[in-house]
């Protein structure tokens, strides 16, 4: 049975990030498979996917994802993002001396290149399928993993999500221009915010039209990623100035969300587009 606290859950950020996937659907080239085109309801409904797996009654679930979600730059030591997977990722900050690693920095660039390489390997397996039901059973992988990929791209347009001041400005880090400390920050702007001020036809507007084939994936997922990380202090610069808040804001703020979200949309398009076009030649 759901816990409340699970219920909640399902509501914070439900609605960005269902407008990522919907915005990243109804900007793709009609070059890709009629079942992918077709499926934008689906691949907007998975996108908040990952937080419905967030139950600490169901310890087992719960702990398998709980790290992924995010990335704190600030701890992760120099080359450390240089490794090969998750694992090497891990290795290395053990080697730096951090407590508990997997929770002092998180996995979100490896979460997001496991997901890209499993739909690049399932759009290359369904180009290969021996019979219509094979297909068929394969386009449901596929969709799955296009989905909840989307969950995860969509983290890391948060600046939040890239950082030790994920919910208010950290206590263990100085603070000489009085940022928020409000515990509430990090919900209030991605939940509340979004529901009461950002317009879905806004977001879709900055989504632009031509089709992006990554070069290179994983330079653009750590370039994406840094990207984010260069808006934290933006993000605090605009709270303290005029406010995430449905009673105290301004252009400016609303603004700032509608990038946020149309960049995610936009990513997460380029790698769908990716992940097809490069399964050709496997």
Do not use: C
């Not at 996917?49 to 398998?64: F, L, V």
């Not at 407590?99 to 997001?112: M, V």
């Not at 031509?210 to 993000?235: F, G, K, N, W």
């Amino acid at each position: 049975m759901l816990t409340v606290k699970l219920l909640l859950l399902l509501l914070w950020g439900a609605t960005g990030h269902e407008m990522v996937g919907r915005a990243a659907a109804e900007r793709l080239p009609a070059d890709m498979p009629s079942f992918f085109l077709e499926a934008g309801a689906q691949l907007s409904y998975l996108n908040p996917e990952p937080d419905r797996w967030r139950d600490r009654e169901r310890r087992e679930m719960d702990q398998a994802f709980a790290y992924d979600h995010y990335i704190d730059l600030e701890n992760v030591p120099d080359g450390a993002l240089e490794a090969r997977d998750r694992y090497e990722f891990l290795a290395a900050l053990y080697g730096a001396g951090l407590e508990k690693p997997e929770r002092d920095a998180g996995f979100l660039p490896f979460r997001i290149m496991e997901l890209y390489q499993r739909l690049e390997s399932g759009f290359a397996r369904w180009r290969a399928a021996a019979t219509p039901a094979q297909r068929a059973w394969i386009e449901a992988r596929i969709l799955n993993d296009a989905g909840v990929l989307g969950h995860y791209v969509a983290d890391a347009s948060q600046p939040h999500h890239t950082t030790i001041h994920f919910n208010g400005w950290s206590a263990d880090a100085p603070n000489p221009a009085g940022y928020t400390t409000d515990r509430q920050f990090h919900s209030r702007f991605e939940s509340r915010f979004v529901e009461d001020h950002v317009r879905y036809d806004d977001v879709l507007a900055r989504v632009p039209w031509p089709t992006p084939v990554l070069p290179d994936v994983r330079a653009a997922v750590m370039a994406y990623i840094m990207d984010s990380h260069a808006q934290v202090e933006p993000l605090y610069e605009i709270e303290k100035r005029v406010g995430f808040d449905p009673d105290r804001t301004g252009p400016e703020a609303e603004a700032f969300a509608v990038r946020r979200l149309a960049v995610a949309a936009d990513m997460l398009r380029a790698l769908w587009i990716t992940a097809w076009v490069t399964s050709e030649a496997g």
